[in-house]
């Protein structure tokens, strides 16, 4: 590849001590021009030893290290990132991921055409993890951007930030990501809406730019998150966009038929079957459930303080 362009790669961690050194370590063994790459990691408000490892690895004059005292969430960690940037092309990671030799120089393959200004990659369970019964649903083939296949655009709705590449000037035109949503999800749909509006054909999924990911949930964690989400992000999204509602599941919220489809019941049916077959659409419809059941807890929240 001829195309060498300059590189900002922007990593927040937050409580992540078992796996920094092997995400900064990866990120120094990538294979691109040292001249041209820039890494900004962020603090995010660690109370383990992240914050100590990040304070000593950051030494080398290729880090430059954002320490934050209290946790400010991915959007203010992020834009921190940005704003420190001043290059071509802007990537994220998320801190427990490990990249490929080959990461940046696949991602930058695929960005190199001039009618697409985002990729996100894809990501795989890390080799030294034991799969669990939740990771056929994280890394299913058909899962997200994967069923979408390459060289082809893909939808905001399958478009994330925890691995991918933007140009910059694309950035710029749509903005930073919101701060006001907080807790887990929302923040990342936001800012693809916004940037498949600007370049509905602009955005890409690339099988090759692989990260092994070190992290790994229960169950019952992510149905926790999924209706944190609901609860606090997902009201903020259809109100910002909502000629999306549909797209968002706000229609499964209060309508008839999502009282039919997804409550209490359905609910009981499917964490029944889930112990018995554990197939990937059914854990869908559980975490789909429990963001459901979050937004409508909003609403109520909502209509009593009215």
Excluded at 81 to 98: H, K, P, V
Excluded at 112 to 125: A, E, F, H, K, P
Excluded at 217 to 232: A, D, I, K, S, V
Aim: aromatic share 12%.
């Amino acid at each position: 590849m001829n195309w060498e362009p300059t590189v900002s790669l922007i990593i927040p961690f937050y409580n992540q001590e078992n796996v920094v050194e092997k995400t900064l370590d990866a990120i120094l063994n990538l294979d691109y021009p040292a001249e041209n790459l820039y890494i900004i990691v962020i603090n995010d408000g660690s109370t383990d030893k992240t914050a100590s490892i990040l304070q000593n690895m950051t030494v080398n004059k290729k880090f430059t290290l954002i320490n934050y005292k209290e946790n400010k969430g991915r959007s203010m960690a992020r834009n921190a990132g940005i704003r420190y940037a001043n290059t071509e092309i802007i990537c994220f990671l998320d801190g427990d991921m490990i990249v490929r030799r080959d990461w940046l120089i696949e991602m930058l393959s695929t960005l190199n055409q001039d009618s697409v200004v985002g990729v996100i990659g894809d990501t795989i369970l890390a080799k030294a993890l034991t799969p669990r019964d939740i990771d056929k649903f994280y890394y299913y083939s058909f899962r997200g951007a994967r069923k979408q296949g390459e060289d082809t655009p893909i939808h905001f709705t399958l478009f994330l930030f925890n691995n991918t590449a933007i140009k910059r000037h694309a950035l710029d035109s749509v903005g930073f990501f919101d701060d006001s949503f907080i807790g887990y999800g929302g923040e990342d749909t936001d800012m693809a809406i916004r940037l498949w509006e600007k370049f509905p054909h602009g955005l890409r999924f690339s099988a090759r730019a692989v990260v092994e990911h070190y992290h790994q949930r229960t169950l019952n964690q992510l149905r926790t998150l999924m209706y944190e989400y609901g609860y606090n992000n997902l009201q903020t999204l259809l109100k910002h966009h909502s000629s999306y509602r549909k797209e968002l599941g706000g229609n499964w919220v209060n309508s008839i038929l999502g009282f039919l489809i997804f409550n209490r019941f359905t609910r009981l049916i499917a964490d029944l079957a889930n112990k018995l077959f554990h197939f990937p659409k059914l854990i869908r419809f559980i975490i789909t459930e429990r963001v459901i059941a979050g937004a409508r807890r909003a609403t109520k929240s909502k209509n009593k303080e009215m």
